[in-house]
Antibody, heavy 120, light 107 residues
């Protein structure tokens, strides 16, 4: 059974960098699939942040591209999100997910999500 | 960019009702459309992909249809567990877009 688990600070100061990691179990990232991040502002809808392939190919939402970096560590079977220069508008629940490109699906498996608040 | 518009934003229904949610794309997207169910405090759950294919384990009362620019998610007989928010999602060229969501609430 594929499982994803987000981890990282729940509180980040304005102007600093948000850093989250998604640990994957039950499937080797190196075996394929694309992996990515989705966020949800409190009480709002879902927003794609970015995507990575195990070879390091990355794709980002144009609205966030200048501040986002997604990386992968196949030795630890995990991938990470960095979002720089955060403001209160980046307060959200952050989900990691496995994409299924054949189906065009952003998430056939999801982490449970982690709330990140931006506040001084 | 392709915009996805769901309607209605909120739907009030009773157990046993037939429920239909619509998702419209700003341009043709063939059948590159998925539907998710999300409950409060939980991650989205995949229901349907490629517009009409039911994900494994999803009850058969859920169905999807459509192609091009107009798509529907239908729940044939609403069950207590189905009160939730539903999102459509489009994929194109390494980019994903969601509809704004439809909250199905108890009448």
């Amino acid at each position: 059974q594929v499982q994803l688990q987000e981890s990282g600070p729940g509180l980040v100061k304005p102007s600093e960098t948000l850093s989250l990691t998604c640990a994957v179990s039950g499937y080797s990232i190196s075996s394929g699939y694309y992996w990515g991040w989705v966020r949800q502002h409190p009480g709002k809808g879902l927003e794609w942040i970015g995507t990575i392939f195990h070879r390091g190919n990355t794709y980002y939402n144009p609205s966030l591209k200048s501040r986002v970096t997604i990386s992968v560590d196949t030795s630890k079977n995990q991938f990470s999100l960095k979002l720089s220069s955060v403001t209160a508008a980046d307060t959200a629940v952050y989900y990691c997910a496995r994409h299924n490109m054949i189906w065009g699906v952003i998430g056939d498996y999801w982490g449970q999500g982690t709330l990140v608040s931006v506040s001084s | 960019d392709i915009q996805m518009t769901q309607s209605p934003s909120t739907l009030s229904a009773s157990v046993g009702d037939r429920v239909t949610i619509t998702c419209r794309a700003s341009q043709s997207i063939s059948t590159w459309l998925a539907w998710y169910q999300q409950k409060p405090g939980k991650a989205p759950k995949l229901l349907i992909y490629k517009a009409s294919t039911l994900e494994s384990g999803v009850p058969s009362r859920f169905s999807g249809s459509g192609s091009g620019t107009e798509f529907t998610l239908t729940i044939s007989s609403l069950q207590p567990d189905d009160f939730a928010t539903y999102y459509c999602q489009h994929y194109s060229s390494y980019s994903w877009t969601f509809g704004q969501g439809t909250n199905v609430e108890s009448k």
